[in-house]
């Protein structure tokens, strides 16, 4: 059973269609971490996993509101972008909790600054830029993700 996953990524073409292929096998709720740093590529994967699902139109990053909500025939999918967040607390204020629900993937960029608000994920997905590349690696760390990563 793989834990970790690795894969290159050429251009952002390639990053939105791993995105899509990830959400195809999302089959139940996933809450998934995306890592890595300004402009590597988190928000162009979460446009393809969207995409994806079905979302027709512009998937935008949620920088300044925190997060942006689809609500798609199967699945409400919650875009977070908590660069900008001042104090974790705030997440309790707006409800955290209620989106981590049955029906729901949750990508959350940035998530080490709701540290102790947001749930444990079921993967962390880190992008990094090597070279030209980008170099894509998946950690499982539930059994939720453990079946992603074998599906992938």
């Known amino acids: ?48 996993f969207i995409q994806g699902l079905g979302h027709v139109g512009n998937v935008k990053s949620p920088t300044y509101t925190l997060v942006e909500p689809y609500e798609l025939s199967k699945w409400q999918v919650y875009h977070f972008d908590l660069y900008r967040l001042s104090d974790p607390e705030e997440l309790e204020f707006m409800g955290i909790r209620d989106y981590f629900g049955d029906t729901s993937h949750c990508l959350v960029e940035w998530p080490e600054k709701g540290v102790g608000f947001l749930p444990e994920p079921d993967i962390d997905l880190t992008i990094a830029y090597v070279g030209e590349q980008r170099e894509i690696t998946l950690q499982a760390n539930t059994d939720v993700g453990l079946r992603v990563l074998e599906q992938l």
């Open 1 to 48: 059973m793989p834990t970790l996953l690795k894969e290159k990524l050429l251009d952002s073409e390639q990053t939105v269609l791993f995105g899509k292929r990830l959400s195809q096998v999302c089959d139940v709720a996933t809450c998934i971490y995306l890592h890595g740093t300004l402009g590597a590529g988190k928000t162009t994967l979460t446009r393809g």
